[in-house]
């Protein structure tokens, strides 16, 4: 069963399904999405800058056709406002470069920033935005379940004028809630000081696994009621031959990857594995019916390297 699900405290009546499937990078979508769907996923994550919004849709919108005993609103799409306006000519320049920039903001996607500018972090441009990932995913899915800013990079009066627009968005119907991703402590008190914030944000998307846990931020978001969600749960596949990652996969009789994610689930955490090939995609659903022992998820919560465990570009802390 892949489709347990918790409460989104600050947008209720909302929840959000605890198992969801990653698209970013997928050569596949619509038979990943498919696939997924059929093993009973219920949470789909897509964004502006993976260029597969439409196959996801359209996805979902075949599963939702050939399987009239699931409705849409048993169906939870995420999707996210990237920075710059993808649908301008010539965008997106270097898709690479644009979703991984180097750390010190060189390269190509410096000269499309500047060449750009932040229009899509704007007011009038995120309810554009927010319509063009409306449309982009087709006829059959009327409004997203959930909208995230995708990170905190154009500062804090960019950051501020895009989430007004994402309010709009919630109060016209089309987004039920909204979020933010890659976002710092700071990032989202200063955000909910403005007297225009009348949304907190429901999500905090980042980066989490055993080896980049970001204790603190996560702790200060479940406290407020923020649910975090975990991007790259297994480490891209990258560090799922740990030594003890092994030796507890063999105590449970269960997969790596199954034991990384179980963990992100015992702490609280929404996980949105990535994988186009139909076994794994299953794999990773089996989820439910066993737990780690306390003892083991200690040993795994002590594998943590602080944020010099991150795999990609994204400190929250190192944003403006
Ligand atoms: N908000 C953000 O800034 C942000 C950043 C990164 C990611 N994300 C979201 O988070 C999702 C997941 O993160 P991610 O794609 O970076 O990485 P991930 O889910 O940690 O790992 C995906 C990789 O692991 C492999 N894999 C999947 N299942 C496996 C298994 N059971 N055993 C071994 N390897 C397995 C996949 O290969 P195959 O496909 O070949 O199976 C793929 O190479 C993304 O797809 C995206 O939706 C968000």
Redesign the pocket.
């Given at each position: 069963m892949a489709s347990q699900s918790i409460p989104l405290p600050l947008a209720s009546p909302l929840s959000i399904p605890l198992l969801?499937?990653?698209?970013?990078?997928?050569t596949k979508t619509h038979s990943?999405v498919l696939s997924a769907l059929s093993s009973g996923y219920r949470h789909l994550?897509?964004?502006q800058i993976?260029c597969n919004e439409s196959a996801t849709g359209a996805a979902v919108a075949e599963f939702l056709s050939k399987n009239p005993s699931v409705s849409r609103s048993d169906i939870f799409i995420c999707s996210?406002l990237w920075e710059v306006d993808l649908s301008l000519p010539g965008m997106p320049p270097d898709f690479e470069s644009m979703a991984h920039p180097p750390p010190d903001g060189s390269g190509a996607w410096k000269t499309s920033v500047a060449r750009l500018g932040f229009t899509s972090y704007t007011k009038e441009g995120a309810i554009d935005g927010f319509n063009r990932s409306l449309e982009a995913m087709g006829p059959g899915i009327d409004y997203i379940d959930l909208y995230?800013l995708?990170?905190p990079r154009p500062g804090p009066t960019a950051r501020l004028q895009a989430w007004l627009g994402l309010q709009e968005a919630v109060k016209s119907g089309k987004a039920k809630a909204i979020g933010v991703?890659?976002w710092s402590k700071r990032h989202i008190e200063e955000l909910i000081a403005n007297g225009e914030v009348d949304i907190t944000p429901a999500v905090n998307?980042?980066?989490f696994?055993p080896w980049c846990q970001h204790k603190e931020l996560v702790e200060y978001c479940q406290q407020k009621g923020i649910v975090v969600v975990?991007?790259?749960?297994?480490?891209?596949?990258t560090r799922?031959g740990d030594p003890v990652i092994s030796e507890i996969s063999e105590k449970y009789g269960k997969?790596?990857?199954?034991v990384v994610l179980r963990w992100c689930l015992q702490r609280g955490v929404v996980v949105?594995?990535?994988?186009?090939?139909k076994q794994?995609?299953q794999?990773?659903s089996q989820l439910w019916g066993w737990e780690l022992a306390d003892e083991d998820m200690e040993r795994i919560t002590a594998l943590d390297e602080g944020i010099s465990g991150k795999?990609?570009e994204?400190d929250p802390d190192a944003w403006e």
């Open positions: 969801g499937l990653g698209v970013f990078q997928s990943s994550d897509t964004a993976y996210k995230l995708h990170n991703s890659n998307q980042i980066e696994h975990a991007y790259s749960p297994l480490t891209q596949g799922l997969t790596p990857a199954q949105i594995p990535k994988s186009d090939r794994r995609i794999e990773n795999l990609g994204w």
